[in-house]
């Protein structure tokens, strides 16, 4: 992040143009949550492509 998110694209979800540290530090977990979880679910799918092959 560049201090500032004014589209969302981070991952966010606000249209601010400034955050506060603590809003910053808060949302980047959460979307650090987000990744993580989204890349368990790849790995499930690739073992059970995997398993099919």
């Known amino acids: ?3 500032y998110c004014n589209t969302g ?3 966010c979800g606000t ?3 400034f955050l506060t540290k603590k809003e910053k ?3 980047l977990k ?3 949550e987000t990744l993580e979880k ?3 679910g ?3 799918r690739i073992e059970e ?3 099919n092959n």
Do not use: F
């Open 25 to 27: 530090i808060e949302m």
């Open 1 to 3: 992040m560049h201090g």
């Open 38 to 40: 989204e890349a368990k």
């Open 42 to 44: 790849i790995s499930e």
């Open 49 to 51: 492509l995997e398993k």
């Open 15 to 17: 249209n601010r143009s």
């Open 30 to 32: 959460e979307y650090k």
């Open 9 to 11: 694209s981070c991952g």
